[in-house]
């Protein structure tokens, strides 16, 4: 185990893959948290704005605000599962490989 | 009708009227409906169903692993759907239909919450737990830390959230299926104590997460087709929905706005803290990604759930507004036609069940109570599971047995404490029964975002976290959770004193502490705690600790090593 420590500590790639992952998972750690409690405090204080229409009909900006924060958490999300499906999981694979070699 | 009555009349709190909603119905409101046959009908269907898939389980729970985890051979589809029948529970689904039919745009604040948990889980821990873990998060948060402490901890941590949540969900299932089935709530707590004990004990994880899967899709199909139903009644046009709903709301325009869900901007803050980390340290939900073959899966399969469960979210909010048009103008659903919102027969809970009867008639009734009976089951299932296992994995085998127990003795454990948890689960929902259970969900996901998940999160990228931190730090965020509650304005004020009125109101201005929702305060006396206590840690253990952090590091970040599946 501990020439596989040394190994994949030494491959660039560790760094790499690292340096990458977790860039990513803190900036949309981030992204969420600003989204999700950026509206909360549209609706703590700026009740008002959600509850002006859009245009001539009912349809308010705090609707379309409200569900789209729903849809940002799940884009968000597939944001992180796609590029670690391709490319986190890639550079996964040359290091386990290169250890193995 | 109380919770929603308390809800607009309390200008003090969020959290005692939104989390009923979380965490139930309220016992008070309820009234026994006549016997329902064809729910009755579906419901021994869906039972018949689930049994025999959990003899065909039972077969296959031979090992440990295939007790804690299904073997690790579940697909990410699968385990994406449930995770959604894990968490989507039958409160969510009367609840916040109930608050959207009562005022409007309030009840997608609230599901909002709920979701945005999700995102965090994927990013943070999802991965990190297959590559680290096997059976449960105390696994990976005790990697390179001492087995003992850390894994009590982590029992501890695990046990009380699950006790919070399950009597919540028994209450909540008791009274609900006293409305909807026409049963006793007695005869109702024991056959959903009953059912859960029989799934888990003899299907282990293979059972469990079949329910899981069963209900989510009949919950996702169910609503799915009310909200077509509504949509196809409005030629697809949201704003001839919005026109009616408004039309017929005696709050008019105001349901298209922001009401009075949030007044205390700090104590809606906390309770965001609380859903949005606390997610990422249920140990139920945690459990969930060791049933899956590898890193790649589990990520997956929290992506699939997010999208199962916004979706679910967005469809309540069209199923709010479409009560509000079909349920509301319709003698047959409430008391007083001049007053739809308030006379709703059976509380705002039943505006949701009523909706399905508006648009599918008597036998579509029946179904959509099944689900949701089918509902609770699922997450009381999954509750137990992961109760059982900090149980026979944690304390029993690592803490009792040093690591040393053999595999037949800790499946034996496992499945007594399920049966132990069962029984325990009734009582205290009887127990409870009269109580006001509220608060429960809410302290359930301070507790988990006070005690796991920091300790899981440091374990997994603090090198400097050491066992006694973890253990101290831990445990502060766990007791200050629990007091910090009961010394909050509605334990202190309407649970343990009962009071009313002006007396309340009084009372709950003048609480020590002034918030419901406490994880604003207790996550960081959680992770202050952790990095002051490793910080000081200067024992040969805390060397330990850290030298062990790099051979951890390796392995959460490639999988190198990591268990893999167990297939049959």
């Known amino acids: 185990m501990s020439t596989v420590i040394t190994r994949v500590r030494s491959n660039p790639k560790f760094a790499e893959l690292v340096a990458k992952r977790n860039s990513l998972a803190l900036s949309l750690t981030i992204a969420m948290l600003v989204i999700y409690f950026g509206f909360i405090l549209l609706v703590a204080f700026a009740k008002g704005f959600l509850a002006t229409p859009i245009g001539a009909g009912l349809m308010t900006w705090g609707v379309p605000i409200g569900l789209g924060t729903i849809v940002a958490a799940f884009v968000l999300t597939g944001y992180y599962v796609s590029r670690a499906n391709a490319e986190f999981d890639t550079l996964t694979q040359e290091i386990v490989e290169e250890t193995n070699r | 009708m109380n919770r929603l009555l308390a809800l607009l009349g309390t200008s003090a709190a969020l959290a005692l009227p939104s989390l009923a909603f979380a965490a139930g119905v309220d016992s008070a409101g309820a009234t026994k409906q006549a016997t329902n046959l064809p729910a009755i009908i579906m419901f021994v269907v869906f039972v018949g169903i689930t049994l025999g898939i959990t003899w065909w389980a039972a077969r296959r729970t031979k090992s440990a692993a295939a007790f804690y985890t299904a073997g690790g051979g579940i697909t990410a589809g699968q385990n994406g759907l449930a995770i959604a029948g894990d968490y989507m529970s039958a409160a969510s689904f009367l609840g916040i239909t109930g608050l959207v039919y009562g005022s409007g745009y309030d009840g997608l604040i609230y599901s909002v919450g709920w979701l945005v948990g999700w995102p965090i889980v994927t990013f943070l821990v999802a991965e990190q737990l297959r590559n680290l873990g096997k059976f449960t998060f105390a696994d990976v948060a005790s990697f390179r830390l001492a087995q003992t402490p850390i894994r009590t901890l982590a029992a501890c941590g695990s046990l009380v959230t699950v006790a919070f949540y399950l009597i919540a969900q028994m209450v909540g299932a008791g009274t609900l299926i006293q409305i909807l089935f026409g049963l006793d709530y007695m005869y109702a707590v024991i056959i959903v104590g009953v059912l859960m004990i029989v799934y888990v004990t003899f299907g282990g994880m293979t059972a469990t997460t079949w329910v899981q899967i069963i209900k989510a899709c009949l919950l996702l199909g169910g609503a799915t087709f009310m909200a077509l139903m509504v949509l196809i009644k409005f030629g697809f046009s949201p704003e001839a929905m919005f026109r009616t709903a408004v039309d017929v709301h005696p709050k008019k325009l105001a349901i298209m706005g922001p009401g009075s869900l949030v007044s205390n901007p700090l104590d809606t803050i906390s309770l965001g803290l609380a859903l949005m980390f606390g997610t990422a340290g249920l140990p139920h939900i945690l459990m969930r990604f060791f049933t899956v073959k590898d890193a790649k899966a589990a990520r997956k399969s929290v992506f699939y759930a997010t999208g199962f469960i916004g979706y679910f979210y967005i469809l309540t909010f069209i199923l709010g507004f479409g009560a509000i048009t079909l349920v509301a103008t319709n003698p047959e659903f409430v ?145 200050s959770a629990v007091v910090m509650v009961i010394l909050a304005p509605t334990v202190s004020c309407n649970v ?35 990095w002051i206590f490793s910080l000081l840690d200067t024992s040969k253990r805390a060397q330990e600790d850290k030298d062990g952090f790099e051979a951890q590091y390796i392995r959460c970040q490639t999988g190198i090593g990591a268990a893999g599946a167990s297939s049959h």
Request: glycine content about 10%; proline content about 2%.
């Open chain 2, 335 to 479: 008391a007083d036609l001049k007053n739809p919102i308030a006379s709703i027969k059976g509380g705002s809970n039943m505006a949701v069940m009523h909706l399905s009867n508006a648009v599918g008639g008597e036998y579509f009734f029946g179904f959509i109570a099944a689900v949701a009976f089918a509902t609770i089951l699922a997450v009381v299932s999954g509750l137990a599971l992961a109760g059982a296992s900090a149980i026979s994995h944690d304390l029993y085998a690592s803490v009792f047995k040093a690591g040393k127990a053999n595999e037949a003795d800790e499946m034996r454990v496992s499945k007594m404490a399920s049966v132990a948890l069962g029984v325990l689960a009734v009582v205290l929902g009887i127990v409870f029964q009269k109580q006001n259970v509220a608060y429960m969900v809410g302290l359930a996901f301070a507790i988990a975002a006070s005690c796991n998940f920091p300790v899981l999160l440091m374990s997994i990228f603090w090198k400097g976290m050491t066992t006694r931190g973890a253990v101290i730090g831990g445990f502060l965020g766990l007791i």
């Open chain 2, 496 to 530: 343990i004193a009962g009071l009313t009125g002006d007396a309340l109101a009084a009372c709950r201005k003048s609480t020590i502490m002034p918030f419901d929702n406490v994880a604003i305060f207790s996550m960081p006396i959680a992770f202050i705690g952790i």
